[in-house]
């Protein structure tokens, strides 16, 4: 087995490319899942904008038989041109919004939390869609 290379960080049983090798390492060999001391996590956040403390629930992969305490991120993003008129953005924005309910249904979940939509982990907020996060009240000055 090959160490991990840290390329891809997608911890979850959802067998789409960039996520299924975990799965697969997991129905393959007997994974001993280790609890990291909390200075450690706490070093780990406050070291990368885009990581918070979470707690992963048991069973999130064979092997994993209680919950413990990790770091997480989230911040799959929707990208449109950067010359693309604003009202599309705007629109995308609030199709989105309007129907998140719908992305539980893709082959890996996922979640819509509008108090966070708008955090683009450093990938730059299309004026249009901006302008919906602020219209709507996601976005506080």
């Not at 990291?36 to 979470?54: F, G, K, R, Y």
């Not at 990790?70 to 604003?86: H, K």
């Amino acid at each position: 087995m090959e160490a991990y290379t840290g390329r891809n960080s997608l911890g979850s049983r959802a067998m789409n490319p960039e996520s299924s090798y975990w799965t697969t390492i997991s129905q393959k060999y007997n994974l001993d899942f280790l609890e990291l001391p909390d200075e450690l996590l706490n070093t780990i956040v406050s070291n990368n904008v885009d990581a918070e403390l979470i707690e992963a629930q048991q069973c999130l992969l064979n092997g994993l038989d209680r919950k413990i305490k990790t770091v997480g991120r989230s911040g799959e993003s929707f990208f449109i041109r950067e010359d693309a008129p604003e009202q599309a953005a705007y629109d995308l924005a609030k199709a989105i919004d309007e129907n998140h309910g719908a992305l539980k249904w893709f082959i890996r979940i996922y979640t819509y939390d509008p108090n966070t939509v708008w955090k683009n982990f450093g990938v730059p907020l299309h004026p249009g869609a901006e302008k919906y996060y602020r219209e709507s009240g996601y976005i506080k000055d």
